[in-house]
């Protein structure tokens, strides 16, 4: 498998969605994302958040589609502030810095620092 090239969270995601379907050759059964995270190198977290940026349904579903940017806004004021690489991932995809996607958050939730 080839490691994504960009640093793109949601371009990564369905890199990894790539192969979460397909057989991985060295167990002739479906990619786990765990077999995906040795492959490239990545936690299990990192690769669960990734592909969780791009599906909308459980894993294992067949359907996926993208977030709208409200969508990922609401995903983003749920993440709890101190899971900092879910929060960078949310805040690429909305192509803003981490730090000023904190604070849209906290006047989206009414809540000041």
């Known amino acids: 498998m080839r490691k994504p090239e960009n640093s793109n969270p949601v371009q990564e995601g369905y890199a990894y969605l790539a192969y979460y379907d397909t057989i991985n050759p060295a167990t002739g059964e479906k990619w786990t994302i765990k077999e995906i995270g040795r492959a490239v190198k990545k936690k299990y ?11 909308k349904m459980p894993l294992g579903g067949k359907e996926s589609r993208r977030l709208t940017l409200e969508q990922v806004e609401r995903l983003f004021d749920a993440t709890p502030e101190d899971d900092h690489e879910r929060l960078r991932a949310f805040a690429e995809c909305m192509d803003i810095s981490l730090e000023q996607a904190i604070d849209e958050s906290r006047h989206r939730r009414g809540v000041h620092s």
């Open 45 to 55: 977290g990192y690769v669960r958040n990734r592909l969780g940026l791009v599906t």
